[in-house]
């Protein structure tokens, strides 16, 4: 007896979509939750929580301040019609 499959390849679904502000609230809420990692790990002298912790948490916010520039240069740029 055989089996009947359906195979749907042509159609496509984008899964992972999110808006900007979406983005940027996950990375705030990452970013800060590293830099109170780092801070910790800072005063606990524990170089191997504070490096990563550190690192991710700079990563996060000038992601953060890039897609900010971002934004007001869209917005700046559609206001004058260039």
Known sequence: MGFKVNHYAA????R?????WETLIIELIIGGICAVLAV?????NLLLVFGPA?????ICFLGIT???????????HSATGD
């Not at 159609?11 to 984008?14: E, F, L, S």
């Not at 910790?40 to 606990?44: D, K, R, W």
């Not at 890039?66 to 700046?76: A, G, P, V």
């Open 66 to 76: 890039y897609n900010l520039y971002q934004y007001w240069q869209d917005k700046r």
């Open 54 to 58: 550190g690192l991710i948490s700079a």
């Open 40 to 44: 910790v790990g800072y005063q606990a």
């Open 11 to 14: 159609r496509t679904i984008n």
């Open 16 to 20: 992972t979509f999110s808006t900007d």
